[in-house]
């Protein structure tokens, strides 16, 4: 598995942006797809985004395509999630992870970070 950490959340109003950070740590050897799902309270935990070991091949959920750029950076083991144009249901905790799999499905995905809180205010 892959030792993923979070960062870069927190308040926005709407319209404006921010931008996330995973830094993956241990099994980066391994060529792995990472994604971005995040969960609202009350609410199941939802696809964001996705990007493929080499960067050629990048999904997004429809709510965000377009607003949201998903990168990554192999040699600084950083994935990165651009969020422009925010919502206020944005709002939720975002969460990176890591797997074998190009995949909506957070079953696919084995590696998993903490979490980190993203809030925008109308």
């Known amino acids: 598995q892959v030792h993923l950490v979070e960062s870069g959340g927190g308040l926005a109003q709407a319209g404006g942006s921010l931008r996330l950070y995973c830094a993956a740590s241990g099994r980066t050897d391994r060529r792995y797809t990472m994604a971005w799902f995040r969960q609202a309270p009350g609410k199941e935990r939802e696809f964001v985004s996705a990007?493929?070991?080499?960067?050629?091949?990048?999904f997004y959920a429809h709510s965000v395509k377009g607003r949201f750029t998903i990168s990554r950076d192999n040699v600084q083991n950083t994935m990165y999630l651009q969020m422009n144009s925010l919502k206020p249901e944005d709002t939720a905790v975002y969460y990176c992870?890591?797997?074998?799999?190009?995949?909506?499905?957070?079953?696919?995905?084995?590696?998993w970070g903490q979490g980190t809180q993203v809030t925008v205010s109308s």
């Open positions: 990007i493929n070991w080499s960067a050629t091949l990048t």
């Open positions: 992870a890591a797997g074998e799999l190009d995949s909506d499905s957070p079953e696919t995905y084995d590696s």
